[in-house]
Nanobody, 123 residues
Framework: QVQLVESGGGSVQAGGSLRLSCEAYGTPISRYRMAWFRQAPGQEREGVAGISSDDFISYADSVKGRFTISKDNAKNILYLQMNSLKPEDTAMYYC?????????????????WGQGTQVTVSS
C-alpha cells in the first residue's frame, strides 16, 4: 500500500506560482494512476489534474493552461506546477493514488490519499 505526503503549499498573490509535491512511500508510483484534488471550505472535493500509469494526462477546465502535472518515477514524486494563480484556486490540495485501472482520472474514486497542503491566493 502506498503512502502519500504532500508539500509545497503556501500563500501567494494572484498571478503567482507554486509547485506542489507528493512524495510516495511503499510502492513505485509508476504502477498507479495519480491525481491532484482540491477542496475549498463548503465545497466538494474536485479533481484538478490526473496522470495515468502510462502518462495519459487530464486537467479540469478551470486549470487548463495554468497547471501542469508531472511525475518523477525515479524519485517517486508527483508534482503540480501552478502558474497564474487566482483567488478561486484557494483550497486544500490533496494527492491521490489508485492501482486500479480507470479512464476517469478526475473522478473521486481513488483509494489512497495524502493529508493535504493548503494553498491560499490573495487578490
Amino acid at each position: 500500500q502506498v503512502q502519500l505526503v504532500e508539500s509545497g503549499g503556501g500563500s501567494v498573490q494572484a498571478g503567482g506560482s507554486l509547485r506542489l509535491s507528493c512524495e510516495a512511500y511503499g510502492t513505485p508510483i509508476s504502477r498507479y494512476r495519480m491525481a491532484w484534488f482540491r477542496q475549498a471550505p463548503g465545497q466538494e472535493r474536485e479533481g484538478v489534474a490526473g496522470i495515468s500509469s502510462d502518462d495519459f494526462i487530464s486537467y479540469a477546465d478551470s486549470v487548463k493552461g495554468r497547471f501542469t502535472i508531472s511525475k518523477d518515477n525515479a524519485k517517486n514524486i508527483l508534482y503540480l506546477q501552478m502558474n497564474s494563480l487566482k483567488p478561486e484556486d484557494t483550497a486544500m490540495y490533496y494527492c491521490a493514488a489508485d492501482g486500479r485501472f480507470s479512464l476517469h482520472l478526475l473522478t473521486n474514486n481513488y483509494n489512497t490519499w495524502g493529508q493535504g497542503t493548503q494553498v491560499t491566493v490573495s487578490s
